[in-house]
Structures are given as C-alpha cells and as structure tokens.
C-alpha cells in the first residue's frame, strides 16, 4: 500500500499561480510514476502531469507551457508549480502514484490516488 499526503491548492487570481505538493509513503517500488489529474464539474478526470522517478515527463495540452512538475524521488516528493491560471483550471486536483513492476506475465502497475485539492481560479 502507498499513502499519499497532498498540499497546496487554494485559491488565486487569472494569471497568477499556486503550487501542490504530494509525499507518497509506503510500499515504494523502484519504478514509479508520480502525477496530478484533476477534475472539473460535470467533466471526467484528465492527466494534468506526471513524472517517472527517471524523470521522463508528460503533460496534458491545455498546461503544456503553464504548468511544470519535478519530483525529489529520494523523498518520494512531487511538486506541480502552476503558472499563468486560467478560469478552466479550475478543478479538484488529484494525485496519483503508480508503482510498476515487470512480472512473470509483463508489467503490472498498482496506482495510489490521493483525497483531492481544490483549486480555484477567479477573474
């Protein structure tokens, strides 16, 4: 099992920026993913970044150049530093960790989801 402490969120202005933070503790296996999904009234989950502790990245387009996300992989720490906020960002942020691990049938993945943080944009 993997447990997860989010932090972070809030609110802030268009334009402005907040920073989440997630500490995964736990069963941790040498490879593993750490990253935000979020999601908006009335819409599904989507990724918004996410970060393998080699540190290969992936974003979600409508960040892609707003958003940024680092990990401390020693502290089993990933950080999401969000820039220029929109209205649509607007959403419940959630942090996922994905252990992963190469067995006798292929990979498998065990994925870890954290409470939430709401994030909330005003004009």
């Known amino acids: 099992q993997v447990q997860l402490v989010e932090d972070g969120g809030g609110s802030a202005e268009v334009g402005g920026s907040l920073k989440l933070s997630c500490v995964a503790s736990?069963?941790?296996?040498?490879?593993?993913?750490m990253g935000w999904y979020r999601q908006a009234p009335g819409k599904q989950r989507e990724l918004v970044a996410s970060a393998t502790n080699g540190g290969t990245t992936e974003y979600g387009d409508s960040v892609k150049g707003r958003f940024t996300i680092s990990r401390e992989v020693d502290k089993n720490t990933a950080y999401l530093i969000m820039n220029d906020l929109k209205l649509e960002d607007t959403a419940v942020y959630y942090c996922k960790f994905v252990n992963s691990r190469i067995m006798a049938d292929g990979r498998r993945n065990w994925d870890y989801w954290g409470q939430g943080t709401q994030v909330t944009v005003s004009s």
């Open positions: 736990g069963s941790i296996f040498i490879t593993n993913v």
